[in-house]
Protein backbone atom coordinates (compact mmCIF):
# COMPACT_ATOMS: atom_id res chain seq x y z
CA UNK A 1 0.00 0.00 0.00
CA UNK A 2 2.71 2.69 0.91
CA UNK A 3 4.19 2.01 -2.38
CA UNK A 4 1.29 2.94 -4.56
CA UNK A 5 1.00 5.79 -1.85
CA UNK A 6 4.59 6.96 -2.59
CA UNK A 7 4.18 6.50 -6.16
CA UNK A 8 0.94 8.46 -6.94
CA UNK A 9 2.08 11.25 -4.42
CA UNK A 10 4.62 12.17 -6.94
CA UNK A 11 2.34 11.83 -10.36
CA UNK A 12 -0.17 14.12 -8.09
CA UNK A 13 2.78 16.58 -7.48
CA UNK A 14 3.78 16.41 -10.89
CA UNK A 15 0.15 17.25 -12.29
CA UNK A 16 -1.04 19.96 -9.58
CA UNK A 17 2.17 21.88 -10.71
CA UNK A 18 1.55 20.80 -14.60
CA UNK A 19 -2.09 20.59 -14.96
CA UNK A 20 -3.20 17.47 -15.69
CA UNK A 21 -5.90 14.95 -14.69
CA UNK A 22 -4.89 11.67 -13.28
CA UNK A 23 -6.55 8.17 -13.56
CA UNK A 24 -4.96 5.86 -12.04
CA UNK A 25 -6.62 2.03 -11.56
CA UNK A 26 -3.49 0.74 -9.81
CA UNK A 27 -4.78 2.23 -6.79
CA UNK A 28 -8.21 0.10 -7.22
CA UNK A 29 -7.05 -2.10 -3.91
CA UNK A 30 -6.91 0.69 -1.53
CA UNK A 31 -9.39 3.17 -2.97
CA UNK A 32 -11.76 2.39 -0.52
CA UNK A 33 -9.33 3.50 2.50
CA UNK A 34 -9.28 7.04 1.37
CA UNK A 35 -12.17 9.88 1.27
CA UNK A 36 -11.20 10.98 -2.06
CA UNK A 37 -11.19 7.31 -4.02
CA UNK A 38 -13.56 5.84 -2.52
CA UNK A 39 -16.51 6.53 -4.53
CA UNK A 40 -14.51 6.98 -7.21
CA UNK A 41 -13.49 4.05 -10.52
CA UNK A 42 -11.24 6.45 -11.85
CA UNK A 43 -9.22 6.89 -9.00
CA UNK A 44 -8.74 10.60 -9.82
CA UNK A 45 -6.47 13.71 -9.07
CA UNK A 46 -7.97 16.21 -8.77
CA UNK A 47 -11.19 14.74 -7.19
CA UNK A 48 -14.09 14.08 -8.90
CA UNK A 49 -16.63 16.80 -7.63
CA UNK A 50 -19.83 14.35 -8.47
CA UNK A 51 -20.49 10.86 -9.16
CA UNK A 52 -19.76 8.82 -12.57
CA UNK A 53 -21.99 7.11 -14.08
CA UNK A 54 -19.78 3.91 -13.61
CA UNK A 55 -20.10 4.76 -10.30
CA UNK A 56 -24.17 4.93 -9.93
CA UNK A 57 -24.43 1.61 -11.26
CA UNK A 58 -25.02 -1.19 -9.03
CA UNK A 59 -22.09 -3.84 -8.82
CA UNK A 60 -20.29 -2.33 -11.87
CA UNK A 61 -17.25 -0.85 -10.34
CA UNK A 62 -17.01 -4.17 -8.07
CA UNK A 63 -16.74 -5.93 -11.54
CA UNK A 64 -14.54 -3.48 -12.98
CA UNK A 65 -12.38 -3.33 -10.00
CA UNK A 66 -12.76 -7.26 -9.30
CA UNK A 67 -11.78 -8.06 -13.08
CA UNK A 68 -8.68 -5.18 -13.50
CA UNK A 69 -10.55 -4.14 -16.45
CA UNK A 70 -8.84 -0.29 -16.66
CA UNK A 71 -5.84 -1.80 -15.67
CA UNK A 72 -5.47 -4.30 -18.59
CA UNK A 73 -6.61 -1.72 -20.56
CA UNK A 74 -4.19 0.81 -20.15
CA UNK A 75 -1.27 -2.03 -20.48
CA UNK A 76 -3.00 -2.74 -23.78
CA UNK A 77 -3.18 0.98 -25.19
CA UNK A 78 0.56 1.27 -24.30
CA UNK A 79 1.75 -1.65 -25.48
CA UNK A 80 -0.63 -0.41 -29.37
CA UNK A 81 1.36 3.21 -28.87
CA UNK A 82 4.70 1.74 -28.24
CA UNK A 83 4.58 -0.42 -31.55
CA UNK A 84 2.07 1.03 -33.96
CA UNK A 85 2.10 4.21 -32.78
CA UNK A 86 -1.66 3.96 -32.72
CA UNK A 87 -2.76 7.09 -31.10
CA UNK A 88 -0.33 9.09 -33.15
CA UNK A 89 0.63 11.89 -31.32
CA UNK A 90 -1.77 12.38 -29.04
CA UNK A 91 -0.40 9.74 -27.25
CA UNK A 92 2.68 9.27 -25.46
CA UNK A 93 4.20 6.57 -22.86
CA UNK A 94 5.92 7.39 -19.75
CA UNK A 95 7.95 4.50 -18.08
CA UNK A 96 10.78 4.56 -16.11
CA UNK A 97 14.29 3.13 -17.63
CA UNK A 98 15.33 -0.62 -18.13
CA UNK A 99 18.20 -0.17 -15.08
CA UNK A 100 15.43 0.86 -12.66
CA UNK A 101 17.36 4.00 -12.29
CA UNK A 102 14.98 6.73 -10.92
CA UNK A 103 13.04 8.56 -13.66
CA UNK A 104 12.97 12.97 -13.02
CA UNK A 105 9.38 13.82 -14.53
CA UNK A 106 10.82 17.38 -14.26
CA UNK A 107 13.68 17.18 -15.99
CA UNK A 108 13.61 17.85 -19.84
CA UNK A 109 13.86 15.00 -21.42
CA UNK A 110 10.52 13.64 -20.21
CA UNK A 111 8.69 16.84 -20.95
CA UNK A 112 10.05 16.78 -24.47
CA UNK A 113 8.28 13.53 -24.89
CA UNK A 114 5.16 14.40 -23.00
CA UNK A 115 4.16 18.18 -23.79
CA UNK A 116 2.78 17.44 -27.20
CA UNK A 117 0.95 14.70 -26.08
CA UNK A 118 -2.94 15.09 -24.71
CA UNK A 119 -3.04 11.48 -22.93
CA UNK A 120 0.23 10.24 -21.22
CA UNK A 121 0.27 6.37 -20.47
CA UNK A 122 2.27 5.72 -17.39
CA UNK A 123 4.06 2.93 -16.35
CA UNK A 124 7.04 2.01 -13.46
CA UNK A 125 7.76 2.71 -10.33
CA UNK A 126 10.75 4.84 -9.95
CA UNK A 127 8.91 7.97 -11.07
CA UNK A 128 9.34 11.03 -9.20
CA UNK A 129 8.96 14.50 -9.28
CA UNK A 130 10.16 15.99 -5.88
CA UNK A 131 10.34 19.26 -6.30
CA UNK A 132 6.09 19.38 -7.60
CA UNK A 133 5.95 16.91 -4.12
CA UNK A 134 7.57 19.54 -1.74
CA UNK A 135 5.80 22.41 -3.42
CA UNK A 136 1.88 20.79 -3.49
CA UNK A 137 2.62 18.92 -0.50
CA UNK A 138 -0.41 19.98 1.59
CA UNK A 139 -2.78 19.34 -1.23
CA UNK A 140 -1.40 15.85 -1.31
CA UNK A 141 -1.77 15.27 2.12
CA UNK A 142 -5.35 16.68 1.69
CA UNK A 143 -6.21 14.26 -1.37
CA UNK A 144 -5.00 11.00 0.60
CA UNK A 145 -7.11 11.56 3.68
CA UNK A 146 -8.27 8.45 5.03
CA UNK A 147 -11.86 8.09 5.72
CA UNK A 148 -13.74 8.95 8.86
CA UNK A 149 -14.04 5.24 10.20
CA UNK A 150 -10.22 4.85 9.86
CA UNK A 151 -10.23 8.74 11.41
CA UNK A 152 -12.51 7.98 14.27
CA UNK A 153 -10.72 4.81 15.45
CA UNK A 154 -7.25 6.30 14.95
CA UNK A 155 -8.32 9.54 17.23
CA UNK A 156 -9.75 7.28 20.16
CA UNK A 157 -6.40 4.86 20.11
CA UNK A 158 -4.21 8.33 20.14
CA UNK A 159 -6.39 9.77 23.12
CA UNK A 160 -5.64 6.80 24.37
CA UNK A 161 -1.60 7.09 23.74
CA UNK A 162 -1.71 10.55 24.49
CA UNK A 163 -3.83 10.18 28.36
CA UNK A 164 -0.26 10.39 30.08
CA UNK A 165 2.44 11.53 27.66
CA UNK A 166 3.84 14.85 26.77
CA UNK A 167 5.65 12.95 23.88
CA UNK A 168 4.70 10.33 21.52
CA UNK A 169 7.12 8.14 20.05
CA UNK A 170 5.61 5.60 16.65
CA UNK A 171 7.53 2.52 16.87
CA UNK A 172 7.21 0.80 13.35
CA UNK A 173 8.38 -2.93 13.55
CA UNK A 174 8.48 -5.14 10.54
CA UNK A 175 9.22 -9.04 10.76
CA UNK A 176 7.28 -11.30 8.19
CA UNK A 177 8.95 -9.99 5.16
CA UNK A 178 11.81 -8.45 6.54
CA UNK A 179 13.13 -11.98 7.79
CA UNK A 180 14.22 -12.51 4.64
CA UNK A 181 14.53 -9.45 2.78
CA UNK A 182 18.01 -8.56 1.30
CA UNK A 183 19.05 -11.44 3.79
CA UNK A 184 17.54 -9.61 6.85
CA UNK A 185 19.21 -6.83 6.61
CA UNK A 186 16.80 -4.82 8.49
CA UNK A 187 15.09 -7.28 10.53
CA UNK A 188 15.95 -6.21 14.24
CA UNK A 189 14.47 -8.48 17.34
CA UNK A 190 12.14 -7.10 19.49
CA UNK A 191 14.91 -6.78 22.44
CA UNK A 192 16.71 -4.36 20.50
CA UNK A 193 13.60 -2.19 19.71
CA UNK A 194 13.19 -1.80 23.49
CA UNK A 195 16.87 -0.25 23.88
CA UNK A 196 16.23 1.59 21.12
CA UNK A 197 13.15 2.53 22.92
CA UNK A 198 15.18 3.10 26.88
CA UNK A 199 17.88 5.32 24.61
CA UNK A 200 15.54 7.97 23.12
CA UNK A 201 13.31 8.55 26.98
CA UNK A 202 16.49 10.68 28.10
CA UNK A 203 16.58 12.76 25.31
CA UNK A 204 13.23 14.63 26.10
CA UNK A 205 14.70 15.55 29.67
CA UNK A 206 11.86 17.01 31.93
CA UNK A 207 8.82 15.39 29.32
CA UNK A 208 6.87 12.36 29.87
CA UNK A 209 7.71 10.01 26.84
CA UNK A 210 5.25 7.06 25.33
CA UNK A 211 5.62 4.61 22.82
CA UNK A 212 2.63 3.73 20.30
CA UNK A 213 4.31 0.39 18.62
CA UNK A 214 2.69 -0.68 15.34
CA UNK A 215 3.89 -4.28 14.37
CA UNK A 216 3.47 -6.57 11.37
CA UNK A 217 2.24 -9.13 13.95
CA UNK A 218 1.04 -9.33 17.57
CA UNK A 219 3.02 -8.04 20.00
CA UNK A 220 2.80 -8.10 23.71
CA UNK A 221 3.72 -5.26 26.72
CA UNK A 222 5.85 -7.93 28.23
CA UNK A 223 8.32 -7.81 25.00
CA UNK A 224 8.81 -3.98 26.21
CA UNK A 225 9.25 -5.08 30.13
CA UNK A 226 9.51 -0.84 32.23
CA UNK A 227 8.39 0.90 28.82
CA UNK A 228 5.72 3.02 28.95
CA UNK A 229 3.94 1.23 25.98
CA UNK A 230 0.26 1.20 23.68
CA UNK A 231 0.09 -1.85 21.36
CA UNK A 232 -2.20 -0.67 17.98
CA UNK A 233 -4.38 -3.30 16.56
CA UNK A 234 -5.44 -1.32 13.98
CA UNK A 235 -5.34 -2.61 10.29
CA UNK A 236 -2.47 -1.40 7.81
CA UNK A 237 -4.34 1.62 7.11
CA UNK A 238 -4.90 2.40 10.31
CA UNK A 239 -1.43 2.11 12.03
CA UNK A 240 -0.17 3.99 9.20
CA UNK A 241 -2.38 7.20 10.25
CA UNK A 242 -1.96 6.47 13.87
CA UNK A 243 2.25 6.81 13.47
CA UNK A 244 1.50 10.17 11.39
CA UNK A 245 0.05 11.67 14.47
CA UNK A 246 2.91 10.68 16.57
CA UNK A 247 5.64 13.49 17.54
CA UNK A 248 8.58 11.25 15.80
CA UNK A 249 8.89 7.94 14.54
CA UNK A 250 11.42 5.72 13.69
CA UNK A 251 11.89 2.15 12.30
CA UNK A 252 13.63 0.23 10.03
CA UNK A 253 13.79 1.44 6.05
CA UNK A 254 10.34 1.25 4.52
CA UNK A 255 7.89 3.39 2.47
CA UNK A 256 5.45 2.49 4.90
CA UNK A 257 6.90 4.82 7.79
CA UNK A 258 8.21 7.14 5.22
CA UNK A 259 4.59 7.72 4.32
CA UNK A 260 3.44 8.35 8.18
CA UNK A 261 6.08 10.87 8.38
CA UNK A 262 5.38 12.59 5.32
CA UNK A 263 1.28 12.74 5.60
CA UNK A 264 1.95 13.55 9.29
CA UNK A 265 4.92 15.79 8.81
CA UNK A 266 6.10 13.99 11.69
CA UNK A 267 10.35 13.55 11.51
CA UNK A 268 11.51 9.73 10.85
CA UNK A 269 14.65 8.12 11.59
CA UNK A 270 15.39 4.96 9.82
CA UNK A 271 17.46 2.41 11.41
CA UNK A 272 19.96 0.47 9.06
CA UNK A 273 21.99 -1.21 11.44
CA UNK A 274 21.75 -3.17 14.90
CA UNK A 275 24.10 -1.38 16.01
CA UNK A 276 23.39 1.90 15.66
CA UNK A 277 22.52 4.49 18.61
CA UNK A 278 19.35 6.52 18.70
CA UNK A 279 19.43 10.55 18.75
CA UNK A 280 17.02 12.39 18.45
CA UNK A 281 19.14 14.68 16.19
CA UNK A 282 18.89 12.96 13.47
CA UNK A 283 15.14 12.46 12.86
CA UNK A 284 14.11 14.43 10.10
CA UNK A 285 10.41 14.67 8.16
CA UNK A 286 10.43 12.45 5.23
CA UNK A 287 9.88 13.85 1.40
CA UNK A 288 9.85 10.32 0.01
CA UNK A 289 13.21 10.43 -1.65
CA UNK A 290 14.25 6.82 -2.87
CA UNK A 291 16.56 4.76 -0.06
Known sequence: MANRLFLFAHIVGFAEEHHYRVMNPTFHSYAAL?????????????AASRTNLLDSLPGVSRIIKGTRMFYHAGRLARTLQEKFR??????????????????LLEGPKVRSCIDPAKIILVNGWKLRAPECLQKH??????????????EYDVHLLMQRVRQNADVVIGVHIRHTDYRRWKGGKYFFPI?????????????????KVSFLVCSDE???????????????????????????KCDYVFGP???????????????LFHVHDSNHRM?????????????
Open 279 to 291: DRAQFRVSWLEDY
Open 86 to 103: LFGRSAAVLQETPRGEVT
Open 34 to 46: FENTRSDIYCQYP
Open 137 to 150: ADKIRRHFQPIPEI
Open 191 to 207: SRYAEWMRELIPQFPGA
Open 253 to 267: LSTYSQWASFYGNVP
Open 218 to 244: PRTEQEFPGLPVVLSVNTPVGDLCALS
